[in-house]
Every structure is written in structure tokens, then in C-alpha cells.
């Protein structure tokens, strides 16, 4: 069963949230808290974030206006529903214009309550995906697929699926383009969790001093920079799945509330005073060998042993090239978009199948799509492909490459990357003198050289 959304009940009389609960525990995508007051509400939201409120105006303590300012300052991509009574539609705007996402009006009907409530979690899974949108980690379509028929990438699959159903930490080792990224997509995508956020952490990529704030958020005025309050990646990732890549690259100072996440799925804002509680699924990834990185004292041994409860391992290319078949043609078809898919030829498959690929899939995407690009019909063939390719294999190069009239001369090379080139930028020619590393007027003195058609604007 796919896991739940979180809704939370806010409202004074005891019936109103007796039946407002039983309605929405019937579907059975909500998990239902309520609060009897705003006090309470507010204690709750202290210890963790909710993806819908249903919140009454008028209570005592603490009222209705001053819960949903909390929420919008402490919980920006919490959606609020008011509550009100028919006669007090001024209130009700008020709330709106506070942050409120919508009203329901009692007595409410059930269909209205229902499509509400609906609306506002799909609004929420927006904020989510626009908060991620942000940090470019959102990634979309169904180019998740994980080629290979070979047992090592059999059997990685096989593990990934099943463990994904548990809620297992699970470690991905191997060296760097094997797919690692990949397969903790499929194991989010195949878990109950697949309809809530699934979201990165580079953790190489984010500066040491940032990336506690990053992942647990930051409280008003915690440091000199932090003018407002942020969420961190883990509320975020709430319900979902928070994959840290690069693990391995975590620093010293930050293990230790790693390690107590891990250990409570409780956090703290940097700043903050609060330990709030999330429902995350922990994986990671790494090209390093995290066992001699505690051995050389980088990384904590608990860490290391909390990370990879279970360790799913991808072989190098090389050890399985088998696959290089079935992912050409998969690359082939990825990258020639609408347009029907060129083919490769048979001399120009076989290198690519002795190749040993130190980049190893990513470096084999990459090969493909330049290839595609120099190709001029229909076909893949030998010259199309990075000489480096044809170097490093030890048997004879095909017959192919004798052909005279196939081989490239470095200036049909040169030739052909800058008219690539200029289609990649649009024939914006000022870009285009950027990416080639040469001034605007060596780029026109080539364009003329080479006779290279340039579209008027
Ligand atoms: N088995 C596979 N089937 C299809 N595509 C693959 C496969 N393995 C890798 N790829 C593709 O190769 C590229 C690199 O994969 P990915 O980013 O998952 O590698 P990685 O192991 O995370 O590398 P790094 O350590 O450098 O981060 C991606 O575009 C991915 O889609
Ligand atoms: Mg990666």
C-alpha cells in the first residue's frame, strides 16, 4: 500500500474533529492527526512538519490565525484549510490573504471536504517539487530504466527490487558512471514511498559549512546569511526517499548529526531548538572505498555500518560487456528524440564491444550522442566514433577505418564540432566563441573557411 499523506485536524469541538477524522481516514491515502486546540496543534507541528491542516479560526488559547502564522513561517510547503462557520466569509478572507490555501464552510458536504482536501495535497506535492526545482535535483520521465542482461546487473535489479519494499538503508557502491544514481532511482520508484519526493544531496558538491544547514534547515538568525527560516532536505524529502551521493565526501563535523538522523530520524535546524521528526528513507551512494576511508580516519565506523545495512555493488563495464550491445541500442534510441533512431554498423558495434569504457556507462551515453551528431545519414559508423576508442583496443581496427574516403582529416573534425556546436547554441555566435574557447571573429573567420551554412535570423 502506497505510503500516506499526513493531515493534521485542528478544532475545538470534539464532534467536528470526531467527523471530519472519520471522513478522511476512510481514504485510505490519509493519516489523520487532530489537535484540540491551537496549543496543541503547535506542539505537534514542532515535531513534525504535516502536508495538509484542516484548522478551526476560533478557539481558545491559542487561535486559528496564530497557528497558521506559525505554519507558514515554520512550515512553508504545509498547506492550510480553514474552517470556518457560513456567516463569517470576512474571516475566512482574511485567512486567505494570511497564507490560507482554501476554506470549507460548516456544514460542509462530504464531496466538497474531499475535493479540498484533495486539491491541497496536490498543491503541497507542487511546493515540494518546485522547492526541489530549486536545487535542480528533480528528476522526471521514464528514463529510469536500468539496461543490462547480464548477472551482475540481473542480480542488481533483483536486490533492488526486493529491497525496496522494506525500508532498509541501502549503501550503492561502484566506480563513477556504473548507474548508482540509477538504481536508487529504482528503488525508490519501486517502493510504497515512489508517490513522495524522491531527493538528492550531492554531498561533495555542497560546501562543508552549508551542507548541515542544507539537509536539516536553518532557523531565522541561526548565522549571519540566514535572513529567513529554511526547510531542510530531509523535510522536503518527507514521506519520500533522501538519496546522499558522495557520501563518502561528508565531513567530520557533520557525521555525527548524520549519524544521530540515522539513528532517531530526528533533526534539529541549525539554530533551532526543537528535535522534529521525519518519515525518510536513507540511501547512499559512493565511488570510494568507505571501509579505508575509516581505516585512513575520514569517516566514522557507526556511520559506515548505519549506511550500509544492506550494500547493493556495481561492476565496472568492463567486467560485463555483454551489456554494451543492449545499451547502445538503448543510448541510440534515448537520444535520437522524436526522430526515428539511426542505426550502427557492425564494425563500429564491435569496437565499441572491446572498448574497456574507464568512464564506464556515462562515458558510453556520451560516445553515442557524439556520434549520432557526426554521423551524416542514417548510420553509425567507425569515424563517427572518438578515435580513443579504436587506440585502446588491442585487436586490428576493421577494414573501415582504411576506407580513404571515410577517414577524417583534423579539419573536417574541427569543421564538423564547430557546426555542432553552433546548432547546440542556437547559432548564436557570441555563445558558440565562448564554448569553443576561441574570439567571436576567429569563430567567423572558421565559419568562412569551412563554407559552413549559417541560418539568417
Ligand atoms: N544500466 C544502465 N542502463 C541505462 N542507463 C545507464 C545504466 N547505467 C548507467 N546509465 C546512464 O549512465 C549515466 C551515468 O549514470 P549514473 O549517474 O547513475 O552513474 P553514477 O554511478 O551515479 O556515477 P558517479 O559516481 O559519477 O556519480 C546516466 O545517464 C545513466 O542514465
Ligand atoms: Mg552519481
Known amino acids: ?32 492527526a487532530t489537535a484540540l486546540d491551537g496549543a496543541e496543534a503547535i506542539n505537534l507541528l514542532h515535531a513534525q512538519p504535516y502536508d495538509v491542516v484542516l484548522l478551526d479560526v476560533k478557539m481558545p488559547r491559542v487561535g486559528g490565525i496564530e497557528v497558521l502564522k506559525f505554519i507558514r513561517e515554520y512550515h512553508p510547503t504545509t498547506q492550510v484549510i480553514i474552517l470556518t462557520n457560513v456567516a463569517d466569509v470576512k474571516t475566512a478572507i482574511e485567512t486567505m490573504k494570511l497564507g490560507a490555501y482554501d476554506f470549507v464552510s460548516k456544514p460542509y458536504t462530504r ?5 479540498t482536501v484533495e486539491r491541497a495535497v496536490e498543491l503541497h506535492r507542487l511546493t515540494i517539487d518546485n522547492e526541489l526545482m530549486k536545487y535542480e535535483l528533480s528528476r522526471q520521465g521514464s528514463a529510469h ?27 550503492i557502491q561502484g566506480p563513477s558512471g556504473t548507474g548508482k544514481e540509477l ?14 519526493p524522491f531527493v538528492i544531496v550531492n554531498c561533495a558538491s555542497i560546501p562543508d559549512a552549508l551542507l548541515e544547514s542544507e539537509l536539516f534547515g536553518h532557523e531565522k538568525g541561526a548565522f549571519t546569511n540566514a535572513i529567513v527560516m529554511k526547510q531542510g ?11 546522499l551521493d558522495e557520501v563518502g565526501d ?33 540511501l547512499s551512494a559512493t565511488n570510494k572505498d568507505l571501509q579505508k576511508e575509516v581505516e585512513a580516519g575520514r569517516f566514522r565506523e557507526d556511520l559506515l555500518y548505519r549506511l550500509n545495512v544492506v550494500t547493493i555493488r556495481i561492476s565496472p563495464l568492463k567486467e560485463r560487456k555483454e551489456d554494451i550491445p543492449r545499451l547502445v541500442e538503448h543510448f ?3 537520444k535520437s528524440k522524436a526522430k526515428k533512431p539511426k542505426h550502427i554498423s557492425a564494425e563500429a558495434m564491435q569496437l565499441l564491444s572491446h572498448y ?86 576567429t569563430l567567423y573567420l572558421k565559419i568562412k573557411k569551412y563554407r559552413i551554412v549559417v541560418p539568417q535570423h
Not at 532536505?233 to 538519496?243: D, I, M
Not at 533533526?267 to 522534529?276: D, H, L, P, Q
Not at 562515458?363 to 587506440?391: N, Q, Y
Open 145 to 171: 530504466e536500468l539496461i543490462g542482461e547480464s548477472e551482475a546487473i540481473q542480480s542488481v535489479v533483483r536486490t533492488a527490487k526486493k529491497i525496496a519494499q522494506s525500508d532498509a538503508i541501502v549503501h
Open 250 to 282: 561528508i565531513s567530520p563535523m557533520i557525521q555525527p548529526k548524520l549519524l544521530r538522523f540515522l539513528e532517531s530520524g530526528e533533526f534539529r535546524r541549525v539554530g533551532g531548538t526543537n528535535a522534529m521528526k521525519v518519515d525518510v528513507r536513507i
Open 332 to 334: 541510440l534510441q534515448k
Open 1 to 32: 500500500m502506497p505510503r500516506k499523506y499526513n493531515i493534521l485536524i485542528v478544532d475545538d469541538e470534539p464532534s467536528v474533529v470526531f467527523l471530519l477524522k472519520e471522513e478522511l481516514t476512510e481514504c485510505e491515502q490519509y493519516s489523520v
Open 111 to 115: 464531496e466538497e471536504l474531499l475535493a
Open 356 to 441: 574497456d569504457w574507464p568512464g564506464n556507462v556515462r562515458e558510453l551515453e556520451h560516445v553515442i550522442e557524439g556520434a549520432i551528431l557526426l554521423s551524416h545519414d542514417d548510420e553509425i559508423r567507425v569515424k563517427d566514433l572518438p578515435l580513443i576508442i579504436d587506440g585502446k583496443t588491442e585487436g586490428k581496427r576493421p577494414e573501415e577505418s582504411h576506407n580513404k574516403e571515410e577517414a577524417l582529416s583534423l579539419e573536417e573534425i574541427e569543421k564538423r564540432h564547430i557546426e555542432f556546436s553552433l546548432q547546440k547554441n542556437n547559432f548564436n555566435r557570441l555563445k558558440t566563441s565562448e564554448v569553443l574557447g576561441i574570439t567571436p571573429k
Open 183 to 196: 538504481v536508487a532511482h529504482l528503488i525508490h520508484s519501486s517502493s510504497t514511498r515512489k508517490n513522495h
Open 233 to 243: 532536505l530531509v523535510e522536503v524529502a518527507n514521506g519520500g526517499t533522501l538519496f
